[in-house]
């Protein structure tokens, strides 16, 4: 081919992508990953791979809306389409320049995709996406549109046209096909149709415009009123069926100003602030979230330390023990919920498998609390950013209409770690500080994936679909985490999208822009393996914006790029508290892990906020000592981490406490009391509320029960006692703080939605693999019996067969390949026995091996002599 001849026009898809250079095909490949699952063998296969009903499906669900609407206009448009004639279906009659403008991204983004190829002047639609987009009574298309002339009349008699034709004002034919050529034509000119509908009753033109943007069908009766038949003998209104007639398409074309969609949508909406805060005010707001996300964790699961609630028989929470959990974090449930599902999540909790199996807090909780503050928070926010399990459904209806519960099944949802990071990253696209008003942002999601519809699952805003929910819960749940403040992005959410602090906010927003008004064939392609692209094919690309989700690497890089900017912002935390004469303590801040662990057995906490007040009872005295403290030690604690002095009146209740502490104890005989003061049993014994514990003196300083320890010991704690229990030998049983542990597990795996992404090193080699084996199924040979210039024979037979030839004629032909350097096409059984044909460069023979550089894998391979079936030489011409 001449370096000055005009590259052929693409006859198949196959074709198309055979042009394309690797790049182009790795961009495909990365925004259809399951294309590349398994990799195709050549590019014919990723043709027909691409062209597939479920792949064309995820492929157009990832459209934004004006590209949908490009495609939509090109279902409807003749196949082939050139480029002015979508032009004019997206833009009408009377243009727009900002459609004209946005156009040639959106063909670029069809083509980059593989649902149209071909050159400008013959636009194709994939057959299946035509399929897809295509009107039918059965599926309308959102254009609002209906079958052409030519579908609409292809089940009328032949005599029943040529009288639509004559009412027309058209020259009769002499048969249907160019009576309907001629009706289409009528249609499709401007002129003669105003002519036409002047003409038309007034009725006539009220009943077309009912039905110009859709739907495009109607009834009639078998006698239609007279404005009715006026446009049924000219075919403004065909009929499809006994009673049903339809606005054929030209003639709604025509009424709408030739526009295929009412309201094209070639620009994205703008994400509008709400209000603009001082960056300082965000991340000081954002940071102070934080760390009453962390103290809400933790308390969740130190309530839940001596084993938590059961775990239903299909999984998950009650809806009970989740009411009591929102009343114990002072929280609603939903938010209840939101922190049970998240530290689930991130490995914190999970049930313990036990023969009554409860929720508790796993060996990881434990290392968790170890690291610091900022790292802790990192690790929660990076979870859930990455999450496809969604809180927000708590309490929805499954597609069995059963409840779904916190912690049970049914609560993923794939497509909510893509949502959640492109809420996030509209904010980063705002300028530092501004709050972004929801509808906005929820207005840019639809945006940019309008066929996103509703999904099954917690539809409790059935007029809602998933992503907009999702959506709606992500602006929330960010708020909870701290990732934002305000409602504004703080830099350590920002930091957590891997935004630099520096980047320029204007282009985030411009996510799915148009690319300016370049017209078509204005955007060059790059060059593909020996041959040019054609300057038809668009590549004018949006703005750049924020970075779409990250790798896992990258996602550990910014979380802990986020806990940095995190930590100066984080209180510190006090070695100190406040003890008032009330019998409380008041703690300013948070406090360091001894002190609180200590203090949290010591005392109540009686209120939360930015001080957190706690109480000392009787009850709480004793909980300490039964943890093994003394009243000594207890003195001595909080003289040691008291600003104030200690009062009096919190000393003589620790006192008081210690002296009545253990001087009953209570052990299993079913259970006992021991004491060596017998005037205290009597004295228990003639209690009235002693009575359901069922006493009995065994002998002056024992008392038997008949019930269990633990009952008989809150039993009489009840009844004012300060009981201890103690051990077999006598000694007192200390009832240290340990909490209840479930074996080591592993955090659930979100679950991906459809094959993940393909990283640079499966995309370089899937391209090599497929570009190698299209040369394999593509490359010429010469005709089965032909000979060179020797005198050699050919053995191959053409078509799919493998080559055959003799031992010696083998040996002799990839010799003779050795010294000339040419390629052979070779056919192959391997240990297996599959056959396969490969194309292979011989580098050298000997031992019955021939090693060769295999075009097919692309890779330097050696292969046994006696396996190879035969051998043919290429043709010359391998263009």
């Known amino acids: 081919m001449s370096t000055e001849e005009k590259p052929a026009a693409p006859r198949s ?164 096909v160019s009576a309907v050529a ?194 802790r928070w990192s690790h929660l926010a990076r979870t859930w950013l990455t999450a496809t399990r969604t809180a ?37 696209g705002l300028p530092t ?24 699952g917690g539809d409790r805003d059935g007029d809602e679909d998933l ?17 934002t403040g305000r409602g504004a992005l703080s830099a350590h959410g920002r930091a957590l999208l891997g935004v630099p602090a520096a980047a320029a906010p204007a282009g985030a927003d411009s996510g799915s822009g148009s690319a300016g008004s370049a017209g078509p064939g204005s955007a060059q392609g790059s060059s593909g393996p020996g041959d040019k692209l054609p300057v038809h094919h668009h590549r004018a690309a949006p703005p750049p914006g924020p970075p779409g989700p990250l790798a896992p690497a990258e996602q550990a890089a910014a979380a802990g790029a986020a806990a940095r900017l995190l930590a100066p912002l984080l209180p510190e935390p006090l070695d100190h508290v406040l003890l008032q004469a009330d019998l409380t303590a008041v703690a300013p801040g948070p406090l360091v892990r001894p002190l609180a662990a200590v203090l949290g057995v010591l005392a109540d906490v009686e209120s939360k906020g930015g001080a957190t007040v706690y109480r000392f009872t009787p009850a709480s005295v004793r909980r300490a000592l039964d943890a093994g403290r003394t009243a000594a030690e207890l003195h001595a604690f909080l003289a040691t981490h008291s600003r104030t002095p200690v009062p009096q009146p919190l000393a003589y209740l620790i006192d008081d406490v210690a002296r009545r502490h253990g001087h009953l104890r209570v052990g299993a005989a079913s259970a006992y009391v021991r004491c060596d003061d017998d005037a205290l049993l009597n004295e228990i014994l003639a209690d009235r509320r002693a009575a359901a514990l069922r006493l009995r003196r065994l002998a002056p300083t024992v008392l038997a029960a008949q019930s269990d320890p633990g009952t008989l010991l809150e039993g009489l704690r009840a009844m004012g006692y300060a009981p201890a229990a103690e051990s077999a030998e006598g000694e007192v049983l200390i009832s240290r703080a340990d909490a209840h542990r479930s074996p080591p597990r592993t955090a659930p795996e979100p679950v991906p939605e459809g094959p993940p992404p393909p990283d640079a090193t499966l995309l370089t080699a899937a391209v090599r693999a497929i570009r190698a084996g299209d040369l394999a199924a593509t490359a010429p040979r010469r005709p089965a019996g032909t000979t060179d210039g020797a005198g050699t024979t050919d053995g191959a037979d053409g078509g799919g067969a ?25 056919g192959y059984v391997n240990a297996e026995g599959a056959a396969s044909r490969r194309v292979i460069a011989p580098i050298r023979v000997e031992g019955g091996l021939v090693t060769a550089y295999d075009h097919t894998a692309d890779e330097v391979r050696t292969y046994p002599l006696h396996r190879v079936t035969g051998v043919a030489e290429l043709a010359d011409d391998r263009s």
């Open 182 to 375: 001629a009706l289409t034509g009528l249609f499709g000119a401007r002129k003669k149709m105003a002519a036409l509908l002047a003409g038309a009753p007034e009725a006539s033109r009220e009943v077309l415009n009912r039905l110009v943007w859709g739907p495009p069908y109607g009834q009639v009766t078998a006698d239609p009123a007279a404005h009715l038949r006026w446009l049924l003998d000219r075919g403004l209104l065909l009929p499809t069926a006994p009673g049903t007639v339809v606005l054929p398409r030209e003639v709604a074309l025509h009424l709408r100003g030739g526009r295929a969609h009412r309201t094209p949508e070639p620009l994205p909406p703008a994400v509008e602030p709400a209000a603009v805060h001082a960056p300082q005010v965000v991340d000081a707001t954002a940071a102070g979230q934080a760390y009453t996300a962390l103290a809400t964790v933790e308390e969740l699961l130190k309530g839940w330390d001596a084993g938590g609630p059961p775990v239903l028989r299909a999984g998950g929470l009650s809806v009970r023990d989740l009411k009591r959990t929102a009343a114990a974090l002072d929280v609603s449930e939903p938010v209840a919920a939101f922190w049970a599902e998240l530290a689930h999540t991130a490995g914190l909790l999970a049930s313990d498998g036990e023969a009554e199996e409860r929720y508790a807090a796993t060996p990881a909780y434990d290392e968790w609390l170890e690291r610091p503050a900022a790292e």
């Open 433 to 456: 500080g501004a709050a972004p008003t929801a509808e906005s942002v929820l207005a840019r999601l639809r945006w940019e994936r309008p066929l996103r519809g509703p999904q099954r």
């Open 802 to 826: 493998l080559p055959r030839t003799s031992s010696a004629e083998t040996l002799a032909t990839v010799q003779a390949a050795v010294l000339t350097g040419e390629s052979l096409w070779i």
């Open 392 to 428: 927000g459904l708590v309490g929805g209806r499954d597609a069995k209409d059963r409840t779904l519960a916190a912690l049970g099944p049914g609560l993923d949802r794939s497509a909510a770690p893509e949502v959640r990071h492109r809420v996030l990253a509209l904010l980063a």
């Open 13 to 176: 898809l196959a074709e198309a992508l055979r042009a394309r250079d690797d790049a182009s095909l790795a961009a495909l490949l990365r925004s259809r990953p399951d294309l590349v699952t398994p990799v195709p063998g050549d590019l014919t296969e990723l043709a027909a791979r691409a062209a597939t009903r479920a792949s064309v499906l995820r492929a157009l669900e990832r459209l934004d809306r004006f590209a949908l609407q490009t495609a939509q206009a090109l279902a409807v448009a003749p196949d082939p389409a050139p480029y002015a004639a979508l032009l004019a279906l997206v833009a009408g009659d009377a243009g727009d320049e900002t459609v004209a403008g946005a156009l040639p991204r959106a063909v670029g983004t069809l083509r980059e995709q593989a649902l149209v190829w071909g050159g400008d002047d013959r636009l194709r639609l994939v057959r299946t996406a035509r399929e897809l987009l295509a009107p039918s009574a059965q599926h309308p298309s959102p254009t609002g549109l209906g079958p052409s002339v030519q579908e609409a009349a292809s089940g009328m008699s032949p005599g029943r046209i040529q009288e639509i034709v004559t009412a027309a004002g058209l020259p009769s034919t002499h048969d249907p």
């Open 467 to 483: 992503r907009t929910r999702i959506a709606r819960w992500t602006l929330s749940e960010a708020e909870l985490l701290g990732i």
